[in-house]
């Protein structure tokens, strides 16, 4: 049974998921879009906006916070100047998710995930 089971599997064990939503979270900070599959962008949504939320605070808690889930300090240092002071106003809703059809080897549905800005 899938009792309290909220997030999606993506056919990963939870420290590979896990370790997988660091990288794209870092990614998409870095380069502010990515191409991903739809389920992979769905998944990373929540994670993001929770890390550019704490972004918008940027308290000394905040800070260590997001340096548990990311561990690139140009990434963190990006995330605290230029993004979270981008969104003071905006009361959440940071990304975008973009459908882009199929992928040409197997047909995975494919999607772009982006800043809003």
Do not use: C
């Amino acid at each position: 049974m899938r009792h309290r089971k909220k997030q999606r599997g993506l056919s990963r064990s939870r420290s590979h998921r896990r370790a997988m939503l660091r990288n794209m979270a870092t990614s998409l900070l870095r380069h502010e879009r990515i191409t991903t599959t739809t389920a992979k962008a769905k998944e990373l949504r929540p994670y993001v906006e929770r890390l550019i939320t704490l972004g918008r605070r940027g308290d000394l808690h905040a800070r260590r916070q997001v340096a548990r889930k990311i561990a690139d300090r140009e990434v963190q240092a990006k995330l605290f100047a230029e993004i979270g002071p981008r969104y003071t106003e905006r009361p959440g809703g940071y990304t975008r998710i973009l459908k882009l059809g199929n992928r040409r080897g197997d047909a995975a549905d494919m999607a772009l995930i982006e800043l809003v800005r």
